[in-house]
């Protein structure tokens, strides 16, 4: 693996962890509560995530099948009308999630230092660059999740295999 993805590899993985503590035994009653007038459901998160890894895959270069293309096109959770199961959600998941892995594994220093063919608000316009904003953006909302676990009150996210 390139030296530059050894931290971002880390991340991820910890990432594929992490989502699936923040849902697993969470009713799809409870993941679609609302907390806060304009707050986002854990459900929309968990499908913004998912749809987050899809579309850094592509990013990436490689093309994985998505399962709920009109929930992913939704710009707001109000434009969803209806969800997966959390069940079949983090079904989807992890078997995205090696796909994923394995292309950040295999990238090249040739590969990560090309242009991005996406642009993201942080200077650095390279492949690497646009990887590390969306890895970012990841953790970004499994926080949220970890939080909402705790506002529904459920128990905190934990970092371990069995959490």
């Known amino acids: 693996m390139n030296p530059a993805m050894v931290p971002l590899h880390t991340i991820v993985q910890l990432n594929t962890l992490l989502f699936r503590n923040c849902l697993v035994n969470v009713p799809d009653e409870l993941a679609s509560r609302v907390v806060a007038a304009g707050a986002n459901t854990m459900i929309f998160i968990a499908v913004?995530?998912?749809?987050?890894?899809?579309?850094?895959?592509?990013?990436?270069?490689?093309?994985?099948?998505?399962?709920?293309?009109?929930?992913?096109?939704?710009?707001?959770?109000?434009?969803?009308?209806?969800?997966?199961?959390?069940?079949?959600?983090?079904?989807?998941?992890?078997r995205v999630s090696p796909a994923l892995v394995g292309c950040l594994e295999s990238l090249s220093e040739e590969q990560l230092q090309r242009p991005s063919p996406r642009q993201f608000p942080v200077k650095d316009r390279s492949l690497l660059g646009a990887l590390s904003f969306l890895i970012q953006h990841e953790t970004y909302h499994i926080g949220q999740l970890s939080l909402l676990r705790r506002v529904n009150g459920l128990s905190a996210m934990r970092y371990t295999e069995n959490g």
Do not use: N
Not at 54 to 59: E, L, S, V
Not at 60 to 88: C, F, K, N, T
């Open 48 to 94: 913004h995530l998912f749809d987050g890894r899809i579309f850094m895959a592509d990013t990436a270069g490689i093309v994985l099948a998505h399962p709920y293309p009109e929930i992913a096109a939704a710009e707001r959770v109000q434009d969803i009308s209806a969800y997966p199961p959390m069940s079949e959600l983090l079904a989807h998941w992890a």
